[in-house]
């Protein structure tokens, strides 16, 4: 019953109606109104016989959500009051008295915080598996040098191990930000009412410690008109799945022909339906391609709540569908790039191949240059006319002849030049913090290991 006198246009009812994707916040809308019931019988707003009722009623609901068999009516036009009305054709007219001190307006805020917390916990599990995933991957292939890359042009060997454990504190950070997410959603909105508090004295900290809020909104127009956390993970969500996409992007680049540094297993890649040698990495290209979906997710719920005057409007109902994508997109990326990496074969051989491109050696060899005394700006430019030279005369670095070397750079000593030129002395070089270095890797791993022992938040 309301002030309408018309019943709605189905077109209007198609437009309105959240019950095909609200309805999985069911459980927390459960969860909520059981807390809510609660205190408004210790509130002693209703009895405790009412109380009785409405938590079988409740429970009952639950079930047949559970089983699937909760049917959804015409006239649901979302979960809150589709669960509401089975309370009351179960529980009769008491089931009209769980919304009493609520509105849907807190009432659908606090789902989407106690949904947006679980979901961030979840995230943060997946991330560990996948860093733990990383971190046996960096054990298991520590000295293995491949050619690191700027501009895509080879630029500095690096060990296959350092490599890996870059995606590593990548996927560090987003923890932290996912970590950040149960900040965000620490404060209780229920309460709040409809904007501007309620006509009961209700205990807003009852309800936060049993849904297990650290505290309650301090304000009324804030709690129901605040989606920052929303906010708050789905920009978790896009940063992880742009690193999820640069691993992917460099898996696949990785395992053409061309590089033939990796393989990933049949099991997560795919045939052509055409050309039947090939063997494409789809489960990559995928992680690749999802990122930006979830940063227009992001963006689009930036733009429902830009210039929304306070305090609920029927925009906020825009927030669920990108949220719910965001979550679903990247706890299945986190998935999947656990189980490829946990089957990816390196090939050390092309991968060392590509790393004993001597030119990768010329800032080694500057240097050299340094180390005698030469500023390093002049070293760059010596050591940039050997390296013109020596390829404009068709010959490797190693190739050089004393003479040779006593022309183009007469400060080089040979027998130095030629030391360095041992290939994992380039890698082994690189001892400072954070380097590429064994120590410096061993280091790393140990830091690495700590994380994941580190309680969760
Ligand atoms: N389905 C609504 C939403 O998701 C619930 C809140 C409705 N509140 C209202 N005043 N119509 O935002």
Redesign the pocket.
């Known amino acids: 019953m309301s002030r309408l006198r018309d019943p709605q246009d189905p077109l209007f009812q198609a437009l309105n109606s959240?019950i095909r994707f609200?309805y999985r916040l069911a459980p927390y809308d459960l969860e909520q109104s059981l807390a809510h019931a609660r205190m408004l019988a210790r509130s002693a707003i209703i009895s405790d016989d009412d109380l009785a009722q409405i938590e079988r009623g409740l429970t009952a609901v639950r079930e047949e959500i559970d089983q699937d068999h909760f049917v959804v009516a015409e006239g649901d036009?979302?979960?809150?009051m589709a669960i509401e009305r089975r309370l009351t054709e179960l529980a009769g007219p008491v089931g009209g008295k769980l919304h009493t001190a609520r509105?849907?307006?807190d009432?659908?805020a606090t789902d989407i915080a106690m949904l947006v917390r679980a979901h961030a916990l979840d995230a943060q599990s997946l991330l560990r598996e996948l860093m733990g995933t990383l971190v046996a991957l960096a054990e298991r292939h520590l000295d293995w040098p491949l050619p690191g890359y700027t501009h895509m042009q080879r630029a500095q060997p690096v060990y296959l191990s350092h490599h890996l454990l870059a995606y590593f504190w990548k996927f560090r950070r987003d923890l932290q930000r996912f970590r950040f997410c149960l900040t965000a959603t620490d404060d209780l909105p229920l309460g709040a009412g409809?904007l501007a508090g309620v006509n009961f004295d209700t205990s807003r900290m009852f309800v936060a410690r049993e849904l297990g809020f650290g505290g309650i909104a301090e304000n009324s127009l804030d709690a129901v008109s605040n989606r920052d956390f929303v906010l708050d993970y789905m920009s978790s969500a896009a940063t992880c799945a742009g690193h999820l996409s640069q691993l992917g992007g460099e898996i696949v680049l990785w395992s053409t022909a061309e590089f033939g540094f990796c393989r990933v297993s049949d099991s997560f890649a795919s045939g052509s339906s055409l050309m039947p040698q090939k063997k494409n990495p789809d489960a990559a290209e995928l992680l690749r391609a999802k990122a930006p979906r979830l940063v227009g997710r992001l963006a689009g719920v930036h733009g429902v709540l830009h210039g929304l005057p306070l305090t609920?409007n029927?925009d906020?109902?825009e927030?669920?569908e990108p949220l719910f994508d965001a979550i679903d997109t990247v706890e299945l990326c986190l998935r999947v790039a656990r189980g490829m990496l946990a089957e990816i074969e390196f090939n050390r051989e092309r991968m060392a191949d590509a790393a004993s491109d001597e030119l990768i050696a010329a800032t080694d060899v500057a240097d050299l240059l340094v180390r005698e005394g030469v500023p390093f700006r002049e070293a760059h430019g010596i050591v940039g006319g050997v390296v013109r030279a020596t390829v404009e005369r068709g010959k490797l670095l190693s190739e050089l002849t004393d003479e040779e070397l006593a022309e183009l750079a007469p400060q080089l000593r040979p027998a130095d030049f030629r030391a360095l030129l041992e290939q994992t002395s380039w890698l082994e070089s690189k001892v400072s913090e954070g380097g590429t270095s064994l120590a410096r890797v061993r280091e790393q791993l140990g830091r690495a290991r700590h994380v994941l022992v580190e309680a969760p938040a």
């Open positions: 959240s609200d036009e979302d979960i809150h509105s849907r307006n009432q659908v409809a609920y029927k906020l109902q927030d669920k």
